[in-house]
């Protein structure tokens, strides 16, 4: 049986539409400040455990409340907390930390983390995914240990890995 075939002669072939981005890759550089909203998700807002003026390590946790509904929120570069400043989201006031980025240093590693994660129990895998920060995949951001399942991701892949 002959394959049919899904071309056809004529027309025009467009490498790359006007406007269209390039596939060129560019190191972003590094923000002078971040602000880290001390809300995330779900969750109710906390209270930070830093103060105006530490220095703080890429990873280190700003804020968290293990007694309610909310996820630790995390430093995502190294530098100095240098204000606490309300900004709005979604039209609600949070009140948010201000970070001078300084000098790249190495990340903060989560206490009790393993390379040999097949091998930790249930509640172990779920303790450090909670102070990871990891939360449900959708829009609500329920700390993974109010949900039913955890989700591991790898590329464009999901699976599902239940763990009750």
């Known amino acids: 049986m002959k394959r049919e075939s899904r071309r056809f002669k004529g ?22 400040k971040v602000i880290i909203p001390l809300k995330q998700g779900f969750g109710k807002e906390l209270q930070p455990n830093v103060s ?25 570069v190294s530098g100095k907390v240098e204000k606490f400043t309300p900004v709005t989201i979604s039209g609600k006031r949070i009140n948010s930390v201000v970070i001078k980025t300084g000098e790249p240093r190495e990340p903060r590693i989560i206490e009790e983390s393993s390379l040999e994660w097949q091998n930790l129990s249930r509640d172990k895998i779920e303790k450090l995914l909670y102070h990871c920060g990891v939360t449900s995949l959708g829009r609500s951001g329920i700390p993974t240990h109010f949900n039913s399942s955890v989700y591991f991701t790898g590329g464009c892949r999901t699976n599902n890995y239940s763990l009750h």
């Open 11 to 32: 027309g025009y072939s467009f490498r790359r539409f006007k406007g269209t981005l390039e596939s060129k890759l560019e190191k972003a550089k590094r923000p002078e």
């Open 52 to 76: 105006i003026g530490d220095d703080v390590v890429a990873g280190q946790v700003l804020a968290r409340d293990d007694e309610s509904l909310s996820t630790p929120i995390h430093a995502t």
